[in-house]
């Protein structure tokens, strides 16, 4: 498991997002603007409907430029114990803690992308291979770390 090309992968997902995002607030914008017509106060209720929508888009446009920024600062490099940018493998599934961005499959390998504010990462993060971390009163075992 190459730790660059999972973090090439979400650099590529997040800067689709952010190119939809702004397509989609674009779009939105010049309907609001076609709404925008001399049939007086009809359309008000609409034009703040779609600003609201405007709003919601930006909010969304944001986080995912913070998550971008936050990849920026991700280095590739191997890792003794759970931490930021680290590949965490357990009996249930391969984890590399980033952003939260779901699953992603490369080379045959599925792997979770959390963020490191999530109840799993927190719960893994110090540990080290071979120890033993408990969510949700389940036990679960490191048992790679890259």
Do not use: W
């Amino acid at each position: 498991m190459n730790k660059q090309e999972i973090i090439d992968v979400l650099h590529q997902k997040t800067a689709e997002k952010i190119q939809g995002l702004e397509k989609l607030i674009d779009e939105t914008r010049a309907s609001n603007s076609d709404t925008k017509s001399s049939m007086g106060d009809k359309y008000e209720t609409g034009r703040e409907m779609l600003q609201q929508q405007i709003n919601n888009l930006q909010i969304q446009l944001n986080e995912v430029m913070k998550q971008q920024a936050f990849l920026k600062i991700i280095v590739a490099k191997p890792s003794q114990k759970v931490e930021k940018g680290a590949v965490v493998c357990t009996e249930r599934g391969m984890f590399f803690i980033s952003v939260s961005l779901g699953e992603i499959a490369l080379n045959d390998y599925k792997v979770m992308c959390i963020s490191p504010e999530s109840p799993l990462a927190k719960a893994m993060n110090g540990k080290s291979v071979n120890d033993i971390f408990t969510l949700n009163n389940v036990n679960h075992t490191i048992i790679n770390i890259e």
